[in-house]
C-alpha cells in the first residue's frame, strides 16, 4: 500500500514534469511570430453559429434584374 | 462549420463565389478572428466582431468590385470596424502609446531573431507587445504576417504608399522586438 502511494506520487511527478516541459522556438522575424500565433488561434465555432442566426433574419435578396425582365421567377 | 450556416449562405441569387458565402467564411474567418483578436485584444469582442464583419459583408457583398481579393475587402471591413471601436473606447478612456520615442534609439534588435518559449502566455506577451504600439504599426504588422497580402495590397488597404509601408514596417519591427523583451 505504502509502496503503490509512493509509485503513484513519482508518476505524478514526472507527468507535471512532462507537462511543464516547454518547447522553444525561434522566429527570425516578428512575421514569423505572428504568423505563428495566428496559426494555433482558432475562430470559436460560436461565431458560425451566431451569424447563421443572424443571417435567417436577413430579408431574401431582390431578384436579379435579368430575370425580372424575363419574367421567371 | 455550421452545416445550416452553408446552406443558408449558398442560396441561389446570392451571387457571391460559385462556392458561395460558405466558402468564403470558410476560407479567411480565421484571419481576420486573428486581426480582430490582436486589435481589440478581447476574444469576445474578437468573436463580436468577426460576426459583425461577415454580416457587412453578406449585405454588401454587391458592393464588391472585384479589384481587389476577398480577403482584402473583408480586411478594410475588419480595420473600419475594429478601428470605429476603438475609436469609441478611446474616447471614454484615454490611452497612450508612449514607448515610440524610446525605442527609436535602440539598436536594430529586429534584426535578432526572437526565442520564445511556447506556454499559453505567449498570446498574452504577443498581445502586451501589440497594445503598447501605434495603431498604425499593429494594423501593418498584423497585416505583413498574412502571406496573402502583398505589400502593395497593404498600402492600398492604408491608404499609403508601399514605400511608405516598407518603412514604416521597419520601424514598427523594431518596436515591436524591443516592447517584447521588456514583457519576459
Not at chain 2, 13 to 25: I, K, M, N, T
Amino acid at each position: 500500500m505504502k509502496h503503490q502511494k509512493k509509485f503513484d506520487q513519482k508518476q505524478q511527478q514526472t507527468s507535471e514534469v512532462q507537462s511543464q516541459q516547454k518547447v522553444e522556438h525561434e522566429f527570425a522575424t516578428v512575421e514569423e511570430l505572428l504568423r505563428f500565433d495566428a496559426q494555433r488561434t482558432g475562430v470559436p465555432p460560436e461565431v458560425a453559429r451566431r451569424l447563421n442566426r443572424s443571417l435567417r433574419k436577413e430579408p431574401a435578396p431582390p431578384r436579379p434584374w435579368w430575370r425580372r425582365w424575363l419574367g421567371q421567377q | 462549420m455550421d452545416n445550416s450556416l452553408e446552406q443558408r449562405v449558398c442560396r441561389p441569387g446570392l451571387e457571391l463565389e460559385s462556392d458561395g458565402f460558405a466558402a468564403l467564411y470558410r476560407a479567411h474567418s480565421r484571419e481576420i478572428y486573428y486581426l480582430t483578436l490582436r486589435l481589440l485584444g478581447d476574444p469576445q469582442k474578437a468573436e463580436d466582431a468577426t460576426h459583425d464583419v461577415f454580416l457587412k459583408a453578406y449585405k454588401k457583398h454587391d458592393e464588391f468590385r472585384g479589384d481587389s481579393s476577398w480577403r482584402t475587402w473583408l480586411y478594410r471591413i475588419a480595420i473600419n470596424h475594429c478601428s470605429n471601436l476603438r475609436q469609441s473606447w478611446h474616447s471614454r478612456n484615454l490611452v497612450t502609446n508612449g514607448e515610440e520615442s524610446t525605442w527609436e534609439n535602440m539598436p536594430a534588435m529586429a534584426d535578432s531573431p526572437l526565442r520564445v518559449l511556447e506556454t499559453k502566455e505567449l498570446g498574452q506577451r504577443i498581445q502586451k507587445t501589440l497594445d503598447s504600439l501605434s495603431e498604425e504599426y499593429r494594423v501593418l504588422l498584423l497585416l505583413v504576417a498574412d502571406e496573402e497580402l502583398s505589400y502593395e495590397a497593404i498600402a492600398v488597404l492604408t491608404d499609403q504608399s508601399a514605400d511608405a509601408v516598407r518603412g514604416k514596417l521597419h520601424r514598427a519591427r523594431k518596436a515591436f522586438a524591443f516592447s517584447f523583451q521588456k514583457t519576459l
